[in-house]
């Protein structure tokens, strides 16, 4: 288990005015904040892949990311 503490005033209110205390609703953005983060950084990678010539088959792709995200 993760615990995290928010040192933000401004942010908790935020959080406050959006989720309440739903700690459900909270954990659960949260997640999906998380895995954005997660794909914009494997586009990221796959960006600088291809501009170093190191593409891959675009099917291998796509089963890779469907085994990861599914």
Not at 9 to 18: A, M, Y
Not at 44 to 51: A, F, M, N, P, T
Request: hydrophobic content about 35%; glycine content about 6%.
């Amino acid at each position: 288990m993760l615990n995290i503490q928010i040192d933000n005033p401004e942010l908790e209110n935020n959080i406050r005015k959006t989720y309440g205390n739903d700690l459900n609703s909270i954990a659960g953005a949260f997640s999906e904040f998380i895995l954005q983060q997660k794909i914009k950084q494997d586009i990221g990678v796959s960006i600088q892949q291809l501009e170093k010539g190191e593409a891959e088959p675009l099917e291998q792709v796509m089963r890779c990311i469907r085994a990861e995200y599914e």
